[in-house]
């Protein structure tokens, strides 16, 4: 399995929309807003790494991976991400580097897209 990033997101976006912290809440592909064509145990394992780096609170069952909330580097990692020109240079800049290497390189362009929106008021 090759990791895709775009599918991280994907299912961070729909986990922001569904979970609440009372109810755990499992992600199907459908329910993603994000055309993957990725077999089912692949999106599982994208599930795993969302949990795995402490970007979600959830649990594993014999059925699968289900989230209860949103950790705040889950929201930090999604609030980086929403201006697709951030996310786009981030994601080549990056390139095929670790995902620490990307979270580093995806704050690093939010900050400067921040600080050059201030500079223009």
Known sequence: MKRDMDLIK???????????????YAPTKESVPYDYDGDDEDFRQHCRLVAQHGLAKATETRGGISFLALTWDGHDFLDNSRESKVWNAAKKAAGTFSFGIFMKVLVETATRYAMSRIETL
Do not use: P, S
């Open 10 to 24: 994907a299912i961070l976006l729909d986990l922001e929309k569904h979970c609440n912290g009372t109810f755990y």
